[in-house]
């Protein structure tokens, strides 16, 4: 980090944040002119601002697959965002949060942050997540923490079976089928494991909803 700001001689990242130390992230200056600033936020002064995402998604698409043979059935229904952009805010990816330490959290994920040597945990110098700090100076918007949300996931899939006629006419019923059906199954996503794909950008903190469940369920449909 020393070497980092020992570059930067016209103010460091103090625009950003300060007393940066060990563990803290090193922003890239872009246009070069020895200090990490946001300029004028406008097109023609953007300082080391550039556009790095588009949190919008792209490629919405659903496949919906059913077949049936001998009285069995199958349904098979997928939907999900090929293409998608997205930079956390919230204390569900961050754990630790400029919000202050009520508005914290951690979580499994949260465990794997940067720790010096000695430290009684054990170090952990090459760490996914910044040192934690009640503040947002390593949580500006920056490449390293754009998520690919991009997702495809099991909606539903259901299973049935219709007893043959033989027997329902017995039983003076016109049809009876029996049905097992689950929910959210199945997920393929590289988003963090503690953001959903479909809620991302929901709520206070960017995501902080209670994620989709899976459910498995089962019954029967009855006509007369």
Known sequence: MD??????????????GSRWGAGDIMYADINGDGKISEGSRTTSNPGDLQIIGNSAPRYTFGVDLDASWKGFDFRMFWQGVAKRDYFPTGLTFWGATGAGQFWSTAFTEHLDYFREEGNALGANLDSYYPRPLFGDKNQRAQTKYLQNAAYARLKNLQLGYTLPDKFTKALRISKLRFFVSGENLVTITKLAKSLDPESVGIGRQGGTVYPLMKVISGGLSLNF
Not at 3 to 16: D, M, P, S, W, Y
Request: net charge neutral.
């Open 3 to 16: 070497a980092h700001l020992a570059t930067l001689v016209n103010g460091g990242q103090n625009a950003v």
